[in-house]
């Protein structure tokens, strides 16, 4: 995930925004101290337009 929003040119907050997940989340998710759910891989995904399993791999 990390990888992919760097490609972008996003910082976490502008990701967040895209994905509409708090700022917070989506830097525990990068660090591993947090564990997303099926629901909010979907939504870290739809930004990239990649399927959310890609995220997971």
């Known amino acids: 995930m990390r990888r992919l929003r760097e490609e972008k040119g996003w910082s976490q907050e502008a990701y967040a925004d895209e994905a509409g997940i708090h700022r917070t989340y989506i830097s525990d998710i990068e660090r ?13 995904a739809a930004p990239f337009g ?8």
């Open 50 to 57: 990649v399927p959310a399993g890609q995220l997971i791999d």
């Open 32 to 44: 591993g101290a947090r564990n997303p759910t099926v629901k909010v891989v979907e939504k870290l």
